[in-house]
């Protein structure tokens, strides 16, 4: 097997129906471990890579997340174990800006990473720091006991389940083979009963033909979080809109985009492997699995005004001299409202105890 299209294509073939929910596709697309985009390893990000995130813009937006685990762990009573989890950490540099931005305060940091060759290049670039591995939540299902867990951009990779309204009902998005070389949907009813239930909520009165992508991961993971064992608080950070905005004509495609060398698109069944292939997420969704299973909302804003509001302690902290220009120059673009300001949202939860 040479490349991922010959793959899917094999699959289909075995599939008795010949089609795969899209969900799977995206799975394969991104999470194959020879040719996914991501499965093979961590690409770059930034000017040489296909995206840019906040954590390339430069280590500001480290530096104020330290900042705020910082006043995290003192709100908790500075306890010995508090640790800062991150989940996502790709190859690594968000982890490290952190850590320099702590410098020796010994706070532990926590990644979890279930892909083995993430591991190994973000130990690479970690050696010597308090670093340790997971490779899924469960296994935060004891300990720690205290932490502050963060990610930037990770639920917008998680595998969708794509939905249209046929005007009468919703169907599911499945691809099939086009019987040349490329794929392409074919509406059927729902695969399974979780997107069922997910379905039975949407709205009825969308023109024909508006398409809606269903995280069913991202509640799953926001729920495995809820149960996990720790006392502290949740930063996520990520494109998303309210569920209303997804209802807009305007949107009437889905949000579903592929990425490559900064150009932006929808044919999201071409290039398979070579593409990112994300969506935005659903933040009143989220929020509202995330109440449901015990956790507060405390936060749930622009980015811009977020981050704002956390580099007041930074500011502070330079006692009226200057930031330099680069460091102006990043925090105008993570917080800029026509830079990642606007279209970036923050949602910050409170995270009981695990029951
Ligand atoms: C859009 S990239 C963001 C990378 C980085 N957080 C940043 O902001 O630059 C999404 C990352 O999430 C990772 N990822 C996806 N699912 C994951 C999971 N279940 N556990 C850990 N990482 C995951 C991917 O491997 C990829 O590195």
């Given at each position: 097997?040479?490349?991922?299209?010959?793959?899917?294509?094999?699959?289909?073939?075995?599939?008795?129906?010949?089609?795969?929910?899209?969900?799977?596709?995206?799975?394969?697309?991104?999470y194959h471990p020879?040719?996914?985009?991501?499965?093979?390893?961590?690409?770059?990000i930034g000017?040489?890579?296909?995206?840019?995130?906040?954590?390339?813009?430069?280590?500001?937006?480290?530096?104020?997340?330290?900042?705020?685990?910082?006043?995290?762990?003192?709100?908790?009573?500075?306890?010995a174990d508090?640790?800062?989890?991150?989940?996502?950490?790709?190859?690594?540099?968000?982890?490290?800006?952190?850590?320099?931005?702590?410098?020796?305060?010994?706070?532990?940091?926590?990644?979890?990473?279930?892909?083995?060759?993430?591991?190994?290049?973000?130990?690479r670039r970690l050696e010597g720091r308090p670093v340790h591995w997971v490779e899924s939540l469960a296994d935060l299902k004891t300990s720690p006991a205290h932490a502050f867990f963060l990610?930037?951009?990770?639920?917008?990779?998680f595998p969708v389940h794509l939905v249209r309204w046929n005007g009468e009902r919703w169907e599911e998005l499945f691809v099939e083979s086009d019987g040349a070389e490329a794929f392409r949907f074919i509406p059927g009813d729902c695969s399974c009963?979780?997107?069922?239930?997910?379905?039975?909520?949407?709205?009825?009165?969308?023109?024909?033909?508006?398409?809606?992508?269903?995280?069913?991961?991202?509640?799953?993971?926001?729920?495995?979080?809820?149960?996990?064992?720790?006392?502290?608080?949740?930063?996520?950070?990520?494109?998303?809109?309210d569920a209303e905005e997804f209802h807009a004509d305007a949107r009437a495609e889905g949000t579903i985009r592929r990425y490559h060398q900064h150009q932006m698109d929808g044919q999201v069944l071409a290039g398979l492997g070579?593409?990112?292939?994300?969506?935005?997420?659903?933040?009143?969704?989220?929020?509202?699995?995330?109440?449901?299973?015990?956790?507060?909302?405390?936060?749930?804003?622009?980015?811009?005004?977020?981050?704002?509001r956390m580099a007041t302690s930074w500011i502070q902290s330079l006692e009226g001299s200057q930031p330099d220009a680069a460091t102006m120059r990043q925090f105008q673009s993570l917080t800029h409202p026509a830079l990642m300001g606007r279209s970036f949202r923050c949602v910050i939860l409170e995270k009981p105890p695990g029951r």
């Open positions: 097997m040479s490349s991922l299209p010959q793959i899917l294509r094999a699959k289909l073939a075995a599939t008795p129906s010949g089609r795969l929910p899209f969900a799977q596709v995206m799975e394969l697309a991104l020879e040719h996914g985009y991501y499965g093979a390893g961590p690409r770059k000017r040489q890579g296909d995206f840019f995130t906040s954590v390339s813009v430069g280590p500001l937006f480290g530096k104020l997340l330290a900042m705020r685990a910082l006043q995290e762990w003192r709100d908790l009573g500075e306890p508090f640790t800062i989890i991150e989940q996502g950490a790709h190859d690594g540099q968000l982890a490290e800006d952190v850590m320099d931005a702590l410098g020796g305060t010994g706070i532990r940091y926590l990644i979890v990473e279930p892909n083995a060759r993430y591991r190994e290049a973000q130990a990610c930037n951009e990770l639920p917008d990779a009963g979780n997107l069922e239930a997910e379905v039975k909520h949407l709205p009825h009165d969308l023109a024909t033909g508006h398409v809606l992508e269903i995280n069913l991961a991202m509640l799953a993971w926001i729920r495995d979080l809820a149960h996990s064992a720790f006392r502290g608080a949740i930063f996520i950070a990520d494109y998303g809109l070579e593409c990112d292939l994300t969506t935005h997420i659903n933040f009143t969704r989220l929020i509202e699995e995330a109440l449901r299973h015990g956790l507060a909302q405390r936060e749930y804003d622009l980015q811009g005004r977020v981050l704002g």
